[in-house]
């Protein structure tokens, strides 16, 4: 069972993380805003999985400080009722909001088990975050 998980997981992490495109956190106008905090929040996970296999849970909060600072300015953008462009489902935009919340409260999670140096429970939130990158692009990513 052990070795279905790991193998399951490799090859979740292996989908996600090929997905993603790099982009600068210099573009931070409203039409690229979305797909920033996506690039810098793949590097930050790429640093989380490594943080895992070596078993280093210190370096996982620093890798999400670029992550929160963007979240941060996409937040005040659709608080002040900036359209925040989607690839699709533009329509399902207040569930994108909810989704995103949703996963910003579960990366919380991971950060604070990764202070408290918990393994387990850092696998644990990093496979929630990973499964919610899945949903999240099945439904609003082309």
Do not use: Y
């Not at 490594?50 to 608080?79: C, M, Q």
């Not at 909001?97 to 910003?104: A, C, E, G, P, S």
């Not at 939130?125 to 499964?131: N, W, Y």
């Amino acid at each position: 069972m052990l070795k279905w998980f790991k193998g399951f997981f490799v090859a979740l992490v292996v989908a996600v993380l090929s997905t993603s495109t790099a982009f600068t956190s210099e573009k931070l106008d409203q039409e690229s805003l979305v797909r920033t905090e996506m690039a810098v929040l793949h590097n930050a996970l790429k640093t989380t999985i490594d943080a895992l296999v070596l078993n280093d849970p210190g370096k996982i909060h620093p890798a999400f400080d670029e992550v929160h600072s963007i979240s941060e300015r996409l937040d005040l953008e659709i608080r002040n009722g900036g359209k925040i462009a989607l690839p699709k489902n533009q329509k399902r935009f207040k569930e994108f909001v909810r989704l995103d919340h949703k996963f910003h409260h579960d990366l919380e999670a991971l950060l604070t088990a990764a202070n408290k140096n918990n393994a387990s429970a850092v696998l644990r939130q990093t496979h929630r975050l990973l499964d919610a990158c899945v949903r999240c692009h099945t439904i609003f990513r082309n």
